[in-house]
């Protein structure tokens, strides 16, 4: 049998934090057993529902690498085929018209709450002759779910849990204006389009006993159910927007990688071994529901960026070029051309070291595309007095005779200058990289004077020492 799991998001919104390890972790089933991974937009809700999260949800999946095998399906366009599933229920006496009126339901609920019961349907219409139905009253269709016994989800990460039947109402398949609910529409459109496995977030628990109940009265076999803890802010809190509930698009924005956060969201609820930097490749062979954890996940941002470090440091330095040239121009309101695409990209090695995200490569590529003279920051122009203008004018003359620009003469240059003023290195390496580069923080400083080349360096170092 080919696996076959599914992402179903609402586009009601951006595609959230949640959801993408969601996708995650069906994307990594599937392709683990080299099975399908499908995606269904669930825009039943058409008020809510927008052509722009729609296309959100599209870009995020893009952006993280989550390829889908089939073409996207959209629920609300297959309403007709829900609907025809309620009837035939209908028909067989596994589901009912019940006319019981918005002020009847309203006065059951607070029947119910004053008495401690649970706030549900009481089933007045189950077994009543639709004779008796009123007048002028548009019915809804109900599913007779089972009021005795209980039902058991045999769940791949939680184990078995049960649910008691009389907790379960009959819940409506059909409003009273025909339109599917959400619950009939994803039992059929799990079945038809095939679905062998669903994982998803543990808050659908209950909704996993009603659609079991459903599958069950209609005669279809069920899909294996996976549900995985949701994740938590780093105070054990529901995630909120403060501890990074955003949508996947401002992840993209902060300049992380899609390869670590991918490593990142695989890490909240599921590991292997010690392992925490963890390729796709790994990812796909290692990927099982046994390591999938029992508790909430908690994010972390610290984390997050240590790892986008990591995947930063060990990039390719022409991949990352093109990432931040974009954020460049629109720093420098300038597109950058092809030789100074060739400079970032031949200083990326040094840049990328200290780099934590790819706004804070491009914040310390500047310096390289930065027109003469050079605007200093205040650290770097408290480096140049008086006595250090004096030895960098000394040593671009010295620069000046060097036949050949490279690390190696550069650095030797340089100490010899530093000998030749009686000073240790770091007292001429100082001024020289704010000369250079505007700031106290730099790449190595002979992978800056070669990188910028004779004319560029030479033209800084004279420019600082007279300002």
Known sequence: ???????????????????????????????????????????????????????????????????????????????????????????????????????????????????????????????????????????????????????????????DVTFANDQLDDMILLRADGTPTYMLSVVVDDHDMGVTDIIRGDDH?????????????????????????????????????????????????????????????????????????????????????????????????????????????????AYLTGLVAPVLAEKTGETLDPNRLKLIEKAMNGLKERAKSVNSLAESSLFLIAKRPLVLDEKAKGLIDEQASGILMRLADRLEKLEDWNKDDLEAAVRAAAEAEAIKLGKIAQPLRAALTGSTVSPGIFDVLDVLGREQSIGRIRDAAVT
């Open 205 to 317: 628990l209950t909704n996993a006993a009603r659609q079991q109940q459903l599958i069950t009265a209609i005669g279809w076999d069920a899909p294996r159910l996976a549900h995985i803890p949701l994740i938590h802010g780093p105070d054990g809190a529901k995630l909120s927007k403060r501890h990074g509930a955003l949508g996947v698009e401002a992840y993209r924005e902060m300049g992380y990688l899609p390869e670590a956060l991918r490593n990142y969201l695989l890490r909240l609820g599921w590991s292997h071994g010690d392992d925490e930097v963890i390729s796709t490749e790994q990812a796909i062979d290692w990927f099982n529901l046994e390591n999938v954890g029992k508790s909430a996940a908690r994010f972390d941002f610290a984390k997050l960026e240590n790892l986008n470090g990591i995947y930063i440091r060990n990039a390719d330095d």
């Open 1 to 159: 049998m080919t696996v076959v799991t599914r992402f179903a998001p609402s586009p009601t919104g951006f595609l959230h934090i949640g959801g993408a390890r969601t996708a995650l972790f069906n994307w990594l089933y599937a392709r683990h057993h080299q099975g399908k991974f499908l995606l269904r937009i669930e825009d039943t809700d058409r008020e809510r529902s927008t052509d722009a999260a729609i296309e959100a949800i599209f870009e995020g999946l893009k952006w993280l690498g989550l390829d889908w095998d089939e073409e996207p399906v959209f629920q609300f366009s297959r309403r007709g085929r829900h609907a025809e599933v309620a009837l035939e229920l209908l028909r067989s006496g596994k589901a009912y018209y019940c006319y019981a009126s918005r002020g009847e339901l309203t006065e059951m609920r607070e029947l119910a709450r004053a008495e401690g019961r649970p706030p549900v349907y009481d089933g007045r219409w189950r077994d009543r002759d639709p004779s008796e139905a009123p007048e002028g009253v548009d019915p809804v269709v109900r599913f007779k779910s089972p009021n005795e016994g209980v039902t058991i989800i045999r769940d791949l990460v939680q184990g």
